[in-house]
């Protein structure tokens, strides 16, 4: 371990994920905010191996995280507070706190994923969005609009103009992972890695209804397939992939068609799973209604922005290569939870926590059982 130089990112990340500053650390550690500044930039040697066991138990992650020499990545793709996808709500320290989520989940993965071979059953699709077909990257796809991208997505899925059912199972077999994390107080829905020499994971919000995760679901694949580098229009792309892939236009358009009241849209939103807010969204961008009767429906639904009706609830979806990949370590190679979480420099129960799991270590020899022996006596 030791032969390995001491990563300082790694020292901002573990920081990060405690959601404290230098200077909390500073004083919880006893070591110079100084000290800790100049590690996290890379002037290594600056600590002493007695306050860099400081600094770890005091951000609860084992010494050998630090020497991890994993790349970090510091800004995903796009990241969305919950009011209506701006950027504008989440604090720099609730920011940090869940990118450093997204990065601890990448250096775990990136782990299990050198001993085990992913085939997923789809090619992971990427697209660019081009004016002319001579600009696309080779690589990509040319496409005009991100709708285009969407009904080729859904072809190669061979879906048809129906619902999905299940996007995660979709998402999945196309080697993206999606991991539902606890993001605290972080008022974020989703957001996209891109680790280098993987390919992206996609976080969730874990607390959010099942509809507003399947969205951000479908919007964060949009990313993943269609933004390669961050520009102004993505947004905007990345939605109007999620309608159409969500509630494609030829599939959607009747059912519309049939009514539009809340009740009505209740009962589609069970068919399509899909927000009744999404819906309503989705008859405007299908001009359906316009100025004033797009503007009475959201009147109508009104009550219902903050909570939509509970008898149209749906479940929530759940992903399950990340839980298969550490089974297949457990299973197949023989490997307990607290090896695993080992290997990947994490502490056991908190790398239980992670993917909701049981610790187990190494079998604990059983107590000796107790003896009852029924005893008549006790009667008399
Ligand atoms: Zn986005």
Not at 10 to 27: E, G, H, P, S, W
Not at 272 to 280: D, H
Not at 310 to 332: C, G, K, M, N, S
Request: net charge neutral; proline share 6%; hydrophobic share 45%.
């Amino acid at each position: 371990m030791l032969d390995r130089k001491l990563n300082g990112e790694m020292v901002r990340l573990a920081r990060n994920r405690r959601r404290m500053t230098q200077t909390d650390l500073a004083a919880a550690s006893g070591v110079p905010q100084t000290a800790i500044s100049r590690t996290e930039n890379d002037a290594s040697g600056e600590l002493g191996l007695e306050q860099l066991k400081s600094i770890a138990r005091c951000l609860q992650f084992p010494v050998a995280f630090f020497y991890e020499q994993d790349t970090v990545y510091r800004q995903p793709i796009s990241l969305h507070p919950a009011a209506f996808r701006k950027r504008a709500s989440v604090s720099a320290r609730d920011e940090s706190a869940v990118i450093a989520l997204g990065n601890h989940y990448v250096l775990q993965l990136r782990r299990l994923l050198d001993a085990v071979d992913l085939n997923p059953e789809f090619e992971t699709p990427k697209f660019e969005i081009v004016k002319t077909r001579s600009g696309a990257a080779e690589f990509a796809r040319a496409i005009s609009t991100a709708r285009d991208a969407a009904i080729a997505v859904r072809a190669g899925w061979q879906l048809g103009d129906g619902p999905i059912a299940d996007l995660t199972s979709y998402v999945e077999a196309s080697g993206i992972m999606v991991i539902k994390a606890d993001f605290g107080a972080a008022d974020v829905d989703g957001f996209t890695l891109r680790p280098v020499g993987m390919d992206p994971v996609i976080f969730l919000n874990q607390n959010r209804p099942a509809d507003r995760m399947r969205f951000s679901l479908a919007h964060e694949f949009g990313h993943a397939v269609l933004h390669a580098f961050p520009d102004e229009a993505m947004e905007k792309e990345a939605n109007e992939f999620a309608s159409e892939l969500l509630m494609p236009r030829n599939g959607i358009l009747p059912d519309l068609r049939r009514g539009l009241s809340i009740p009505a849209l209740g009962k589609l939103k069970l068919k399509w799973r899909v927000s009744i807010a999404s819906l309503i969204y989705r008859a405007s961008s299908v001009d359906l209604i316009e100025g004033e009767s797009a503007r009475r429906l959201w009147i109508d639904f009104g009550p219902y922005r903050t909570r939509e009706p509970v008898e149209f609830d749906i479940a929530p979806e759940q992903p399950r290569l990340a839980a298969d990949l550490i089974r297949a370590h457990t299973q197949d190679l023989g490997f307990t939870i607290v090896d695993i979480a080992n290997a990947v420099t994490t502490f056991p129960n908190e790398f239980a926590q992670m993917h909701g799991l049981v610790p187990t270590g190494p079998r604990v020899p059983e107590k000796p059982k107790l003896r009852l022996v029924p005893n008549f006596k006790r009667q008399a």
